[in-house]
């Protein structure tokens, strides 16, 4: 299927992009430019692609979707309460605040919809790579024919941070030899770290290196506008099933702001008069924070009843395989259910 543009596709991009700006100017404290820069990538994934049921978010065969460079929640909570998991706008407006369900960093068993606690940078991606692992160790141990009870993807979001880490180069060359085609990687190649412009200390050719690991590479040059490439290119690593896949995209940090592709977008929040700026331009109300038009609301819905019917289907094909392999269904369950082998106990 090709891509196929929607009249709400920059809508939906603008309120992400001004949702982060919005959350980190009241904390006074954060990252907006990485969830700027990768909103439309954000967008194309979750509104293309990504098949999960917030209304069920512990669905045993949900996408996975693994945040590694942290430090950009504010896009990955915007997308949280867009979707409808259990964060409400008034905990997008206690971002980083004390007990809040919007920490300064993803924190799993905390917030509805996150699946890795990250913050170190490159642990996410290890960790993205251990529960592709873990899918594909299920797929081979309960898949039948027919019946493929074993099916989600992972997809990670990384940045420059996270490839200079040693754990993130340990778990990549992993997962090339365990040939986990289940596995997404996007990298978000904006060129800024905390410090400045990457050329001070990473300059490394980072397809060739995941190349060697014997990862499906591919490379869009404009993440900031090219929604058709973004949506082809992660079209294109799904077909690949015999390796995981990066996808280097090239984006502006802080796309938008005038502070756009430094390395003063990247840990403080924008000025008032540059969200104000950034909201006039893309046809926001500069008057309002925290706004979302009902057109966004309804998209993001409509990707989560996308995901309900995925999972009620599974649920029929669950209760066929039980059937049919009534051993390995109820082995199955049990694991499912997290509950211990019979005669166990902790």
Not at 2 to 14: N, Y
């Amino acid at each position: 299927m090709s891509f196929q543009a929607d009249e709400t596709d920059q809508l939906c991009i603008d309120t992400i992009r001004a949702l982060a700006a919005d959350m980190v100017a009241a904390a006074n404290s954060g990252h907006p430019g990485a969830p700027m820069g990768m909103a439309p990538v954000a967008h194309v994934l979750f509104s293309r692609f990504f098949v999960a049921n917030p209304k069920s978010s512990q669905w045993f065969n949900r996408d996975r979707f693994v945040l590694s460079n942290g430090h950009a929640c504010a896009l990955l909570y915007s997308l949280l309460h867009l979707l409808g998991y259990k964060l409400s706008m008034d905990d997008l407006k206690a971002f980083r605040q004390v007990n809040s369900l919007t920490p300064g960093h993803p924190e799993a068993s905390h917030t509805d919809g996150v699946e890795v606690t990250t913050g170190p940078l490159g642990q996410g991606l290890a960790n993205a790579v251990g529960l592709a692992a873990a899918q594909a160790h299920m797929a081979a141990v309960y898949n039948k024919d027919g019946l493929h009870i074993s099916t989600n993807h992972t997809y990670v979001f990384f940045g420059d941070g996270c490839l200079m880490e040693g754990v993130a180069s340990e778990a990549a060359s992993l997962a090339g030899h365990l040939q986990l085609g289940n596995l997404i990687g996007i990298y978000d190649d904006n060129h800024i770290s905390i410090d400045g412009n990457t050329n001070c200390a990473f300059t490394e050719d980072v397809v060739k290196r995941f190349e060697a690991y014997g990862w499906h590479t591919q490379v869009v040059t404009n993440g900031d506008n090219d929604y058709e490439a973004i949506y082809n290119a992660i079209a294109e690593a799904k077909k690949v099933t015999d390796k995981p896949s990066i996808i280097k995209l090239r984006t502006i940090i802080g796309y938008g702001s005038k502070q756009q592709g430094t390395h003063g977008v990247h840990g403080a929040p924008l000025k008032a008069d540059d969200i104000a700026q950034f909201k006039t331009k893309t046809g926001l109300d500069p008057s309002k924070s925290f706004a979302v038009d009902e057109k966004v609301y309804q998209v993001y819905h409509n990707i989560a009843k996308r995901g309900a019917e995925a999972e009620q289907k599974w649920e029929a094909l669950l209760r066929e395989y039980a059937q049919k392999f009534p051993e390995e269904g109820k082995e199955l369950t049990r694991r499912i259910n997290k509950e211990l082998p019979e005669g166990e106990a902790i």
